[in-house]
T-cell receptor
Framework: KAGVTQTPRYLIKTRGQQVTLSCSPISGHRSVSWYQQTPGQGLQFLFEYFSETQRNKGNFPGRFSGRQFSNSRSEMNVSTLELGDSALYLC??????????????FGPGTRLTVT | DQQVKQNSPSLSVQEGRISILNCDYT??????FLWYKKYPAEGPTFLISISSIKDKNEDGRFTVFLNKSAKHLSLHIVPSQPGDSAVYFCAARSSGSARQLTFGSGTQLTVLP
């Protein structure tokens, strides 16, 4: 079974621009979560989508948004980029229901650099 | 307010010996705990988990212990191998509808040959 895939793997943007990152979950997984990891920090939760609906949101400004499509693929968007948005953005998917769902499986991440 | 804390940023252990990674939490609503391993330039890899109704879970060389009264969990790796060198994250999930995982800041484990 293919793992979680994220595109692109690396991205360089300029302050003020916007960016869209993409995530394809493991086949059959319906929940997709996004996390931000910065140097010296743990993983900070951004938001979680399930069945095309945002189910949970972390403490990030409104410049960070996301969506999920009917095939469970997800995108996250960051508008008006700031230098502090430079980070590794990780997507994780999980299986919902009686068979499990607690474990989240992560993709390799997108390394975003804002200059 | 850090709800999940890993107080040791780094740990060095000799190959073949036991590695013990610790994690403390403050939120009594956490009902599920997980450990992830992360290599540079890769996403975290799920290692092992434990439900709050248990106090121990084993999977091969990895064992997680949960002490609910102390709000403490630990990951034991026996025997440690050089390939275990990575950053280890502890994570916790709240009961109820929230599905988000709250992560600790990680512990860099180095296993010396």
């Amino acid at each position: 079974k293919a793992g979680v895939t994220q595109t692109p793997r690396y991205l360089i943007k300029t302050r003020g621009q916007q960016v869209t990152l993409s995530c394809s979950p493991i086949s059959g997984h319906r929940s997709v979560s996004w996390y931000q990891q910065t140097p010296g920090q743990g993983l900070q939760f951004l938001f979680e989508y399930f069945s095309e609906t945002q189910r949970n949101k972390g403490n990030f400004p409104g410049r960070f948004s996301g969506r999920q499509f009917s095939n469970s693929r997800s995108e996250m968007n960051v508008s008006t980029l700031e230098l502090g948005d430079s980070a590794l953005y990780l997507c994780a998917s999980s299986l919902e229901g009686r068979q499990g769902g607690h474990e989240q499986y992560f993709g390799p991440g997108t390394r975003l650099t804002v200059t | 307010d850090q709800q999940v804390k890993q107080n040791s940023p780094s740990l060095s252990v000799q190959e073949g010996r036991i590695s013990i990674l610790n994690c403390d939490y403050t939120n009594s609503m956490f009902d599920y705990f997980l450990w992830y391993k992360k290599y540079p330039a890769e996403g975290p890899t799920f290692l092992i988990s434990i439900s709050s109704i248990k106090d121990k879970n084993e999977d091969g060389r990895f064992t997680v212990f949960l002490n609910k009264s102390a709000k403490h969990l630990s990951l034991h790796i026996v025997p440690s191998q050089p390939g275990d060198s990575a950053v280890y994250f502890c994570a916790a999930r709240s009961s109820g509808s929230a599905r988000q995982l709250t992560f600790g800041s990680g512990t860099q484990l180095t296993v010396l040959p």
